[in-house]
């Protein structure tokens, strides 16, 4: 499925796009970024990972992230993406990027090159997936406050929507269709 932004801004001559995988908690996110990475040659990027130690107690307790809380972790990644941007590397990075704000400041960073994947996900298949995960910082208490903090991809931002549920052969069929050339010949 493609949705808002489907094909939006690709440009076949961009050489090393920064892709991000975006969407709630439970959409598959790494999965689909890691293979993604793999796809188009690129190095990946766990956005959790850039969560400071508050952030992830503060989840782990079953509480809800503000617009206060993510700004050391939007700052962290803008700073890993600004430094993939300027080197000239390509890089996917999955991170839940709700919020239309936090990949306008991650697309800043980027500068044009800066594409998004949205995994499109419901909130039951979201609840169902998350409380079976182990081993995630993440409880499934909190997937409602996800969904009330997202805002889906806009029309004017490059990157396209696919159902998180879809086959994951089906998502990089298209996403290779879709995302801004690597340059590493391994995109068609």
Same mark, same amino acid.
């Given at each position: ?8 801004? #690709? ?6 796009? #920064? ?61 890993? #993406? ?16 709700? +919020? =239309?704000?936090?990949?306008? +400041?991650? *697309? ?24 079976? *995960? ?36 089906? #998502?990089?069929?298209?996403? =290779?269709?879709?995302?801004? *050339? ?7």
């Amino acid at each position: 499925m493609t949705g808002a932004g489907a094909g939006a801004g #690709i440009q076949a001559a961009e050489e090393s796009p #920064i892709v991000l995988v975006v969407g709630v908690t439970g959409s598959g996110k790494t999965t689909v970024g890691k293979a993604v990475a793999e796809q188009l040659g690129l190095e990946f990027v766990e956005g959790d990972d850039f969560h400071p130690a508050a952030n992830v107690a503060k989840m782990t307790a079953g509480h809800a992230l503000d617009d206060a809380d993510r700004e050391p972790w939007l700052r962290a990644l803008a700073d890993r #993406i600004r430094h993939s941007a300027a080197a000239g590397e390509g890089l996917v990075v999955a991170c839940s990027a709700l +919020k =239309r704000a936090y990949r306008d +400041k991650l *697309r800043a960073a980027a500068g044009p090159g800066l594409w998004c994947l949205y995994l499109a996900l419901d909130r039951d298949t979201a609840w169902d997936r998350v409380s079976r *995960r182990t081993g995630h910082f993440m409880p499934a208490q909190l997937v409602d406050s996800q969904f009330e903090t997202l805002e889906p991809l806009e029309p004017d931002e490059p990157g396209m929507t696919m159902d998180a549920t879809a086959a994951l052969a089906t #998502i990089l069929t298209r996403v =290779r269709a879709a995302v801004p *050339r690597s340059g590493r010949g391994t995109a068609p």
